[in-house]
């Protein structure tokens, strides 16, 4: 489809959920290396509480789904991916407005706010090693395949997300409790690079059916 209507995008927030449900333990596993342990039990909690609140009252336009996400998370995930995902989601509400569709234009802008909610929130920049290196390798390629579609902007997002993740495994941390590792930060997959990666495959999943 070239459009994502609201139920599409809730759709796509429930196959995160699941896939952070799924992954949960791994996410955990990854923060216990480079941090404290709770990426995946934080992000679990909050996309449950999130769907719930979707499932108890569907919004009627994508950029409702991503506030009401939004607010979810920052409400229910007490660490700094709760505020970071939160901001991100409320950045992306605000870009998709009113509309009752997203289209790829409409998409590439919502991943381009939310990715600078991102760098805002969590002071970071490109190569600091966060999940910010992910948003923006998926933000750029979204930008570059908009004449393209829709299921080419996902994919291409996907894809480029799924790349950023592992380029900086060898990188040091500059921002988050992994950075407090130094060097010993080297060689570890970033937890919060791995659940970006994550949502941008439930999208292309999304355009995969
Ligand atoms: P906490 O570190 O508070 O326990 P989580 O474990 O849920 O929070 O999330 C950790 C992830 O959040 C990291 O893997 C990283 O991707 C991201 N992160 C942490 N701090 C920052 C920051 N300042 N800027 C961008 N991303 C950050
Ligand atoms: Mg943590
Ligand atoms: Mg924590």
Not at 33 to 59: I, Q
Not at 80 to 88: P, V
Not at 94 to 105: E, I, N, V, Y
Not at 138 to 150: H, Q
């Given at each position: 489809a070239e459009r994502l209507s609201?139920?599409?995008?809730?759709?796509?927030?429930?196959?995160?959920?699941?896939?952070?449900?799924?992954?949960?333990?791994?996410?955990?596993?990854?923060?216990?290396?480079?941090?404290?342990?709770?990426?995946?039990?934080?992000?679990?909690?909050?996309?449950?509480?999130?769907?719930?609140?979707?499932?108890?009252?569907?919004?009627?336009?994508?950029?409702?789904v991503f506030n009401l996400v939004g607010r979810r998370l920052v409400?229910?995930?007490?660490?700094?991916?709760?505020?970071?995902?939160?901001?991100?989601?409320l950045r992306a509400a605000?870009?998709?407005?009113?509309?009752?569709?997203?289209?790829?234009?409409g998409f590439a802008a919502v991943v381009r706010d939310a990715t600078t909610g991102i760098a805002e929130r969590g002071k970071c920049a490109a190569g600091d090693k966060t999940m910010y290196d992910v948003?923006?390798?998926?933000?750029?390629?979204?930008?570059?395949?908009?004449?393209?579609?829709?299921?080419?902007?996902?994919?291409?997002?996907?894809?480029?997300?799924?790349?950023a993740e592992q380029e900086m495994v060898p990188w040091q941390a500059r921002r988050g409790r992994a950075s407090y590792l130094g060097e010993r930060s080297q060689g570890h997959r970033d937890p919060g690079a791995v659940s970006s990666r994550l949502l941008f495959d439930c999208f292309a999943a999304w355009a995969a059916t």
């Open positions: 609201a139920t599409d995008v809730a759709a796509v927030f429930h196959g995160f959920a699941q896939a952070v449900e799924r992954d949960r333990d791994l996410l955990t596993e990854l923060d216990t290396a480079v941090g404290d342990g709770d990426h995946g039990t934080n992000l679990d909690r909050g996309m449950r509480a999130a769907t719930e609140a979707l499932d108890a009252a569907p919004p009627d336009t994508p950029g409702a409400s229910t995930v007490g660490g700094a991916s709760g505020a970071l995902y939160g901001t991100a989601f605000k870009a998709a407005g009113a509309a009752s569709t997203l289209d790829a234009a948003w923006t390798a998926a933000s750029a390629a979204a930008d570059a395949a908009v004449a393209d579609g829709l299921p080419a902007v996902l994919s291409a997002a996907s894809t480029a997300a799924g790349g």
